[in-house]
């Protein structure tokens, strides 16, 4: 295990609710990053947290927002649910730069009705 | 543009058999390449990195990869598959010219069917 926690493991919301998805980082690790993984496809970069600001996001829209704790839990927020944001969530942590690997949690499964 | 490509969306092989699974990337800058694999409903595990130096890495669980800066290739490779080793395969590479940013760019994945 990864000691990389994420809550819930499986979440079913309705078409333009909200959702907030929590992460629990690995000890040591000042970083955080979120990914979603849909249905047969590679992990989608969405935004990085590093010292509780966002330095890095990815082609998502604004309604995908988070958040990063002092003690480097985190958290991501999605507002006006889509069915397309139905996927899996995937959190990561790792000490800042380039050549330091990601540690990922087991995902939180998010389907939207 | 950065990517990264897997070729195969499935490779079988037969239990102690040697396993490659394809990855080839483009990016701006010097590549971090590395290798995760997912097990049925869990996250991703990392199994190896390359960073610098030598072309031949060494992973978990007795993986291995080839770096290839030409070819702009890193492929995963095992001398001997076990039927444990059937899951599914991400390559990931990390732009160096992007800055600080932790952005991992995946693959497609390959889905390794090891029989017995």
């Known amino acids: 295990e990864t000691g990389v926690t994420q809550s819930p493991t499986h979440l079913i919301k309705t078409r333009g609710q909200q959702v907030t998805l929590r992460c629990s980082s690995q000890?040591?690790?000042?970083?955080v990053s979120w990914y979603q993984q849909a249905l047969g496809q590679g992990p989608q970069f969405i935004f990085q947290?590093?010292?509780?600001?966002?330095?890095g996001r990815g082609n998502f829209p604004p309604r995908f927002s988070g958040l990063q704790f002092p003690n480097y839990s985190s958290e991501l927020n999605v507002n006006a649910l889509e069915l397309d944001d139905s996927a899996l969530y995937l959190c990561?942590?790792?000490?800042?730069?380039?050549?330091?690997?990601?540690?990922f949690g087991q995902g939180t499964r998010l389907t939207v009705v | 543009a950065q990517s990264v490509a897997q070729p195969e969306d499935q490779v079988n092989v037969a239990e102690g058999n040697p396993l490659t699974v394809k990855c080839t990337y483009s990016?701006?800058?010097?590549?971090?390449l590395f290798w995760y694999v997912q097990y049925p409903n869990r996250g991703l595990q990392f199994l190896l990195k390359?960073?610098?130096?030598?072309?031949l890495v060494k992973g978990s669980y007795g993986f291995e990869a080839e770096f290839n800066k030409s070819q702009t290739s890193f492929h995963l490779k095992k001398p001997s598959a076990l039927v444990s080793d059937s899951a599914l395969y991400f390559c990931?590479?990390?732009?160096?010219?992007?800055?600080?940013?932790?952005?991992?760019?995946f693959g497609q994945g390959t889905t390794l069917q090891v029989k017995p």
């Open positions: 990016v701006s800058g010097n590549p971090y």
């Open positions: 390359y960073i610098t130096g030598d072309n």
């Open positions: 990561a942590s790792s000490l800042v730069g380039l050549g330091t690997e990601a540690f």
């Open positions: 000890s040591g690790h000042n970083t």
């Open positions: 947290y590093y010292r509780e600001e966002e330095n």
């Open positions: 990931a590479v990390r732009d160096g010219s992007s800055g600080n940013t932790g952005k991992l760019i």
